[in-house]
């Protein structure tokens, strides 16, 4: 994107992209967003058409996706953290997880969507403008819708498993179609740790609407005290011209 300001009338003439990039992932996003910052910031205009229909859809894919595929990450590892700490799985070889082993556990199954929500935190600072401010919201809402749809899928398919998949009448009968190539006594083994595994289940649906509230709460926050922040550093250097 070039932005070139006129020496006199101080306004913005746009260059060789006359409409904004389409960001392949978030840094990229973040990046086009932190220009559109430096541009508003100093005190120039862009035209509010400048940011196009297909720029904001990019920036709400980007968000989508993000949301999406980074939720779908942390449902996978919720009930394997989960197990863990409720003694069904062995983290470091051994079935008694010390405090320190429950923290790393919980820290598996919750720091993807934390890191990841911190990191839409950030662009509370370049909140200000009109083209900020319109691809900030389309980075966000991609990422509100990405997570809602994420949330719906682990959440069915968390009860489906625990309702229907490990159903006792359902697992025997699954299992014992596999008699052909797992001893009987080893059948009735995995049937017995997967009865007691299977309440992991339900526990990681609520487990990942939880993670989902973090992940659209922290960034909308994030945002809306970067931006009073900035807006007040603004005024104040305002008062000082």
């Given at each position: 994107?070039?932005?070139?300001?006129?020496?006199?009338?101080?306004?913005?003439?746009?260059?060789?992209?006359?409409?904004?990039?389409?960001?392949?992932?978030?840094?990229?996003?973040?990046?086009?967003?932190?220009?559109?910052?430096?541009?508003?910031?100093?005190?120039?205009?862009?035209?509010?058409?400048?940011?196009?229909?297909?720029?904001?859809?990019?920036?709400?894919?980007?968000?989508?996706?993000?949301?999406?595929?980074?939720?779908?990450?942390?449902?996978?590892?919720?009930?394997?953290?989960?197990?863990?700490?409720?003694?069904?799985?062995?983290?470091?070889?051994?079935?008694?997880?010390?405090?320190?082993?429950?923290?790393?556990?919980?820290?598996?199954?919750?720091?993807?969507?934390?890191?990841?929500?911190?990191?839409?935190a950030v662009l509370g600072k370049y909140y200000i403008g009109e083209i900020s401010k319109a691809a900030i919201k389309n980075?966000?809402?991609?990422?509100?819708?990405?997570?809602?749809?994420?949330?719906?899928?682990?959440?069915?398919?968390?009860?489906?498993?625990?309702?229907?998949?490990?159903?006792?009448?359902?697992?025997?009968?699954?299992?014992?179609?596999?008699?052909?190539?797992?001893?009987?006594?080893?059948?009735?083994?995995?049937?017995?740790?997967?009865?007691?595994?299977?309440?992991?289940?339900?526990?990681?649906?609520?487990?990942?609407?939880?993670?989902?509230?973090?992940?659209?709460?922290?960034?909308?926050?994030?945002?809306?005290?970067?931006?009073?922040?900035?807006?007040?550093?603004?005024?104040?250097?305002?008062?000082?011209?």
């Open positions: 994107m070039s932005l070139n300001k006129d020496s006199q009338r101080g306004d913005v003439f746009l260059g060789s992209q006359p409409t904004p990039g389409k960001p392949k992932g978030l840094l990229d996003a973040i990046s086009e967003i932190q220009q559109y910052y430096v541009v508003e910031r100093s005190g120039s205009t862009i035209p509010v058409d400048f940011f196009t229909l297909a720029g904001k859809l990019a920036f709400f894919e980007v968000g989508f996706k993000g949301a999406f595929i980074s939720g779908l990450v942390s449902a996978f590892l919720t009930p394997i953290a989960i197990g863990v700490i409720e003694r069904y799985l062995p983290i470091f070889g051994s079935y008694d997880p010390t405090f320190y082993d429950k923290c790393f556990a919980f820290l598996i199954a919750i720091g993807f969507t934390v890191g990841y929500a911190f990191f839409f980075l966000i809402m991609g990422l509100v819708a990405g997570a809602i749809l994420k949330l719906v899928i682990a959440f069915l398919a968390f009860h489906f498993i625990y309702f229907v998949v490990l159903e006792p009448h359902n697992l025997a009968v699954w299992l014992l179609k596999m008699r052909w190539l797992i001893q009987y006594y080893s059948l009735n083994k995995l049937y017995q740790w997967l009865q007691d595994f299977r309440p992991v289940f339900l526990i990681s649906a609520y487990f990942v609407a939880f993670t989902t509230s973090l992940l659209v709460t922290i960034p909308v926050a994030g945002i809306f005290l970067g931006a009073r922040k900035t807006t007040k550093l603004m005024n104040q250097e305002n008062e000082w011209k």
